[in-house]
């Protein structure tokens, strides 16, 4: 039992510093695996994140001016001390996610892959210039920062989603408030040091810790230009409609439904280890867990099931700390309950219970937030368990005829962020390429998670605004473009036009 003294009250960091709440209203940071309240986060308040911006938008003049190629340096110098601080990172990581040290470590290298994007952010931002396009005029189009810009992030990836919403943002010039899940916010602080410690000017990161309040004042202060948020699909939406409403660019990722659809051909002991993986790894809360499985024909359907069956009874669910642990526990017990109701009224719906993850001991006798591999069969659409976004280990098999079937069942779906296909057939692998309407689509691979220099966001209610996380597109989001026609002349002698200017 955690005592008192135990209990950490964490901070906000503003102008570079930690800086005590002073709202007098908390969320409680748990350790999802021991179910243990391990510290109190602030809770801004309207005028605390108020104060906040403000200091930011103070800092933002002085670190435009900073040339690219310095900035540039700055974030090298932060992405050598993320894995300097490697170890120490994982444990924070760990402890209030419950996520197991080698899923830490995945995360923390992919969020490095949007890091290493920022640092060569001097290439991406380069502009255009064009000689003579009027009478002596040269034009050129040159990319500026917005100024202060919002991130507002998950739990589920306690750096790497930050890394991807904020590195290319302060590369090109801005700063950045973030606002951190309020149930990992350890990972936020923590990163902000790194952030002070590489000589990023204070006022340039900001980290205010809250809920609604805060990202109210984020959305509708008008210094604030722009917002990048990463969450669940209908908070994605309330964010892009109120953000856009108050003449903010907004790029709102929502949540996933992603199907695995596997064809009569494929190979299905590989398919098999591809799902398990990724569809139960982290405890299923990923936004590109797979969280259907599609075999195309009964026979594939009843192999699958067989093969599945054997290797989900062999998962490990466990604590971080014990080595063989396959994944750990969900966030919350509020969580742990929404999933298992979730499964309970899938059964009650008609679906069968191959593997149920109610069972464990685990589930019923730890004080951590515990839920089994689940895998529901002979699920169908309509059901709640195959039309919610079911955030932890509960899985589902849906059978299809065809794949036209399984392309119409996915594109007619509210969600659309990733989805995979398994077959040896390259005609309809490219099929399913062209016809799918989902936004990362992979062939043969566990999960369609592209490299950090690629652009990544669903489709549908996966996404509300155009833009992206990772990828070169940050630069584009974070940054506006001025067109600039310039004559220089000897005689300055001109007469007005009055006819719409030609280029000859
Ligand atoms: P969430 O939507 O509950 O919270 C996300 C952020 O929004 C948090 O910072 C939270 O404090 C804030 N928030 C929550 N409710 C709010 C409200 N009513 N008004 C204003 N702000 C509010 O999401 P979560 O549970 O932290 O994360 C899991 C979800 O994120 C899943 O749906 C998952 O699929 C999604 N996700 C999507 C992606 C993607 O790339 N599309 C990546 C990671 C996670």
Known sequence: MTTAQQVKTLTHFIGGEMIEGKSGRYGSVYNPTTGDVIAKVPLATVEETREAIVKAQAAFPKWRDTSVAKRAEVVLKFRNLVTDNMEELLQIICTESGKTIDDARGEITRGLESVDLAIGAPHLVKGEYSVN?????????????????????????PIMVPLAQTSMAIAVGNAVVLKASERVPMTALYVSELWKKAGLPDGIWTVVNGDKDAVNELLE???????????????????????????????????????????????????ANAFIGAAYGAASQRCMAISTIMPVGEETADRLVAILKEKIAALKVGSYTEKDTDFGPVISQQSKEAILAAINKGEAEGATVVCDGR?????????????GPTLLDHVTPGMEIYEQEVFGPARNVVRVDSLEEAIQLINEHELGNGVTIFTNDGLAARKFTTEIDVGMVGVN??????????NFA?????????????????????????????????????????????NN
């Open 221 to 271: 202060n008008p210094i604030v230009q722009a917002i990048s948020f990463v969450g669940s699909t209908p908070v994605a939406k309330y964010i892009y409609e109120t953000g856009s409403k108050y003449g903010k660019r907004v790029t709102a990722l929502g949540g996933g439904k992603n199907n695995m659809v596997v064809m009569p051909d494929a190979d299905l002991e590989q398919v």
């Open 458 to 502: 669903g489709f549908k209610g996966s996404r509300f605004g155009e833009g992206h996380m990772f990828g070169p597109d940050q630069a584009r989001f974070f940054t506006k473009t001025k067109t600039i026609s310039e004559r220089w002349v000897t005689n300055t002698e001109t007469a007005s036009t009055f006819a719409f200017p030609s």
């Open 445 to 454: 691979v566990p999960i369609p998670i592209p490299v950090g220099y690629h």
């Open 133 to 157: 396009v009027g009478g002596q005029i040269n034009a050129y189009s040159a990319k500026y920062p917005l100024g202060v810009v919002a991130a507002i992030s998950p739990f589920n990836f």
């Open 359 to 371: 069972e464990l001991a685990i589930v019923n006798e730890s004080k951590g937030f515990f839920v």
